[in-house]
């Protein structure tokens, strides 16, 4: 692996492991409260009590192992040149963002971010966009930093000649 490429990938603290179930259990509690209207439906109260217990079972194992899951396989990694961020449960994607791209970095926050101290990292580029979730507030600072940082490094690079190393080896 070169030089441009090393860093290891970085995962997410206990404090993400928070957001992620109190924002699971919020739409849990949104499915099983629709899920009430299955009792106006023309079909017998056995069945609707069974559908129910289903979907509270599914509700269940999205909380505790889903939420889990999710947390232990988002990564990420800011190197030289790129940025990667990992995520996913049954669809995993893998962002890559060149640094070279980055026109703008963003901090925010929702309230229930702000209630866990964490924050988003958002980085615009010319076409996309790429989120660092779930960062301690500290941490997503220190990320907004780091990569303003290394655009403004470019661009004084490339503004004396020196060029943006897209063709370096």
């Not at 056995?46 to 990564?75: A, D, G, N, P």
Request: glycine letters at 6%; proline letters at 2%.
């Amino acid at each position: 692996m070169d030089n441009k490429q090393s860093g290891e990938f970085m995962g997410l603290t206990k404090q993400a492991l928070g957001v992620l179930r109190v924002t699971a259990g919020i739409q849990c509690l949104a499915v099983l409260a629709l899920s009430l209207l299955l009792f106006k439906l023309p079909i017998r109260p056995v069945f609707s009590v069974l559908m129910i217990l289903v979907i509270l079972i599914l509700c269940l194992v999205y909380f505790f192992k889903i939420t889990e899951f999710r947390h232990r396989r988002y990564k990420y990694r800011i190197s030289d040149d790129r940025i990667d961020i990992i995520e996913g449960v049954f669809f995993v994607s893998h962002t890559i963002v060149p640094v070279d791209r980055i026109h703008q970095v963003e901090i925010a926050f929702d309230p229930i971010d702000a209630r866990f101290g964490v924050a988003k990292v958002i980085v615009t580029t010319a076409g996309s966009r790429a989120v660092f979730r779930f960062l301690e507030k500290e941490r997503a600072d220190a990320v907004a930093e780091k990569l303003n940082k290394m655009i403004k490094e470019r661009l004084a690079a490339a503004q004396k000649g020196e060029g943006t190393g897209e063709g370096d080896v």
